[in-house]
C-alpha cells in the first residue's frame, strides 16, 4: 500500500506512546528519541480543551527533533488538529481523509481489518506482558512474528517493548509507553 504521508515515505522505526502514567517524563522522553521518531499522542483522559493543549505543546516539541506526530483519534480530528496521522482500530481509521494511518491489531482478524482500513502500518500487541494489561495474554516473540509475517505494511511491536526487547527479538519497529 502506498503511503499517503507527502514529506516521509518511511515509517518510524521507533515510537513513543503517550499516557497518563507517562505524562511528566514526556518531555524528557522526546528529547532522547532519535531523531526522526514518532509519538502518538493519546492522552484520552483529558478533557478536549487540555488535551488539544497538551497535544500542541508536545507536537512542537517533537517536530523540533524531526519526529512525526500521530494523534489517538479519527483521521478527520487528526486532520483538524495538524497532526501528521491518527491512530486507533481499524473501525475508527476506516473513513476520513487522506492521512497516515496507524491501525491496532492483536490477531489475525484485526490485521484484516488493517488492511481494509488502508492501514499505512499496524501496531500488533501485546508481544509481552504489560502493566496496561495485567494478566493479559501475550503473543510471544514466535507468534508476534508469524502474525507480522501476514501483514501487508510495517508492522511495530507493542506491548513490554524495551530497545533491550526489540533487539532480542530482531525486531526493528517498536513502541513503548514505559519502556524508553
Known amino acids: 500500500m502506498a503511503n499517503r504521508y507527502p514529506l516521509r ?17 514526556l518531555e524528557t522522553a522526546l ?26 505543546k508536545l507536537a512542537r516539541i517533537a517536530r523540533m527533533r524531526g519526529h512525526l506526530v500521530i494523534l489517538s483519534g479519527s483521521a478527520a480530528l487528526a486532520r483538524q488538529w495538524g497532526a501528521d496521522g491518527a491512530y486507533g482500530p481499524a473501525g475508527l481509521l476506516a473513513r476520513g481523509p487522506a492521512c497516515l494511518r496507524l491501525v491496532t491489531a492483536h490477531g489475525l482478524h484485526e490485521i484484516g481489518k488493517a488492511h481494509r482500513a488502508r492501514a ?40 513490554g517493548m524495551t530497545r533491550r526487547r526489540a533487539k532480542a527479538i530482531g525486531w526493528k519497529k517498536w513502541a513503548a509507553i514505559d519502556g524508553l
Open 31 to 56: 528529547a532522547h528519541l532519535p531523531h526522526g521518531s514518532g509519538l502518538i499522542f493519546r492522552h484520552t483522559h483529558l478533557d478536549e480543551r487540555r488535551r488539544r493543549a497538551r497535544f500542541a
Open 120 to 159: 499505512d502500518a499496524l501496531l500488533l500487541s501485546p508481544v509481552f506482558p504489560t502493566r496496561s494489561h495485567p494478566g493479559a495474554d501475550a503473543l510471544g516473540a514466535t507468534r508476534f512474528r508469524l502474525l507480522a509475517s501476514r501483514a501487508l505494511v510495517p508492522t511495530i511491536a507493542l506491548g
Open 9 to 25: 515515505t518511511e515509517i518510524p522505526d521507533i515510537w513513543l506512546i503517550s499516557d497518563a502514567r507517562n505524562d511528566a517524563r
